[in-house]
């Protein structure tokens, strides 16, 4: 009985060990991606929080809206990521992206503070409600009259 109650406790331990090893490394695995989604939302938050845009001017012309933008904030935003709707419509397959760009720097995607950007939409008439929202999630509203 003394070999048999030995072999039994050795393979008991060893079993232990192995499903503790496996535990550690699962915790482990889990908690870096915790901290690792962590760090994205505050990330975002910070650049949430220093983003603002304002919508300063829209006017419809042949069947195409005009909209320009200011980057209000103190973040640097990219013309490209944003995303432009008319009444409730994701417009982003309409957007003339060759007419569309930063003031005073074209072909740049870069919105700068303190810069304006002019967005090209085809297939919009007047009246239209206008959302433009940055990668960030900050966005601005206009009515088109």
């Not at 003394?2 to 496996?22: E, P, R």
């Not at 490394?25 to 962590?38: G, L, Q």
Request: aromatic residues 6%; glycine residues 10%.
């Amino acid at each position: 009985m003394g070999l048999g109650l030995s072999a039994a406790t050795v393979i008991i331990f060893s079993a232990i060990v192995i499903i503790s090893a496996d535990f550690i490394n699962t915790y482990d695995n889990v908690s870096r991606e915790t901290r690792d989604a962590i760090d994205q939302r505050d990330e975002l938050a910070y650049d949430r929080a220093g983003s603002s845009i304002a919508i300063t001017d829209t006017n419809v012309t042949g069947g195409a809206l005009w909209m320009n933008v200011t980057n209000d904030g103190s973040s640097l935003l990219s013309v490209r990521d944003c995303d432009v709707l008319v009444n409730g419509t994701l417009m982003s397959g309409s957007i003339r992206w060759n007419r569309t760009g930063v003031a005073g720097h074209p072909g740049s995607d870069l919105w700068g503070p303190s810069e304006t950007a002019h967005f090209a939409i085809d297939g919009v008439s007047a009246p239209a409600r206008i959302k433009i929202v940055t990668a960030n999630g900050v966005s601005d509203t206009s009515v088109v009259v």
